[in-house]
């Protein structure tokens, strides 16, 4: 008579563990109500009178003394002109420089993609 092992939930282990937690939670019960009985009341001490420290108290006031720095406020004229809508603008001449440069990268690349390297 072979017990297999199958794909329900094994009850009996599930009350095995049910029984172990319930044992714990006693014991952890009666631990503390003992400790609650045996322990004196801790005597706190009494709090310390807050005593103003001088030197905070002078580096409050330097700090008052203290010019603060002052902020730059930009320019809201600087603020570039904008063409109106539908008009071209004139060609920049870096734009130029930046096309050809273009063109002889594509060129390098092509030479590259021929050599099979890319």
């Not at 095995?16 to 005597?43: A, D, G, P």
């Not at 004229?77 to 001449?93: D, I, R």
Request: aromatic share 6%; proline share 9%; no cysteine.
């Amino acid at each position: 008579n072979m017990k297999l092992g199958g794909l329900g939930p094994d009850y009996e282990t599930i009350k095995e563990k049910v029984k172990k937690l319930k044992l714990q939670k006693e014991y952890s019960r009666q631990i503390k109500e003992y400790n609650m009985r045996n322990i004196t009341v801790v005597q706190r001490l009494p709090a310390k009178p807050q005593v103003p420290s001088v030197s905070r108290q002078k580096a409050l006031e330097y700090a008052k003394k203290i010019p603060r720095p002052k902020t730059f406020i930009t320019k809201q004229s600087e603020v570039l002109p904008q063409a109106p809508t539908g008009t071209s603008l004139p060609p920049l001449p870096s734009l130029e420089s930046l096309w050809n440069r273009h063109k002889k990268e594509k060129e390098a690349v092509a030479a590259f993609k021929a050599l099979h390297i890319l």
